[in-house]
């Protein structure tokens, strides 16, 4: 069950864990695995290319006769092993697209995520009275002081998509080198593994809670 804190960094109440997340999902680690790999390889151009023998310029000529020299046969000095000769099995123009349907995409998220809670290491913050201008006392609110910010884990902060204050809370926080935050319209499944915890807004708590349950796939 996460703790709400406010704008002090003070613990105020606790929050009931949507249903969606507190569940096990122990038998899922291929399906977080497949999801992952789909985010990470899908984006790769894919235009390594090199030549193949054929396809380097010049060699046509036999460099020397077949018999006769001591030295070994050669027919092209575009042969693999020549220098500036073709490449053997060499990387070709190739799609990376991984695809993973909606349904095995939304579960791979949901048992990443349930992960952090049943962890401890998701947080609420109230944004009520929230008026830090300070990256130091930001870091405070965070990990007590500005020099354990430097040490201390990870975190991720998500607020709402076109949340009020979300503005100030990124700039607040853009100097914290173990600080990183986004929104939940583009919060994905390796921001929640690669992270050592996450700290939603209440705003940003209530929509994962309420996408998780109306089925949106992620």
Known sequence: MPNVIDATGKVVRDVQTPAAFAQEYNEKS???FRAVYRELASP???TA???K???VAGGGRKPWKQKGTGRARQGSIRSP??????VVFGPQPRSYVSDLNKKERKLAFIA???DRFKNDAVTVLDLTGFALSKTADFAKLLFGSAKAAKTGPSTLIVTGKDESG???LARVARNLQKVAVTDTGALDIKDVLRYERIIFTAHAYEAIGANATAGKAK
Do not use: F, N, P, Y
């Open 44 to 46: 790769r151009a894919g």
């Open 81 to 86: 092993q020549w220098r500036h000769g073709g």
């Open 49 to 51: 290319s090199t030549k």
């Open 112 to 114: 990443a995520l349930s």
């Open 30 to 32: 291929h399906t977080i």
């Open 53 to 55: 023998r054929d396809e």
């Open 166 to 168: 979300a503005e100030a």
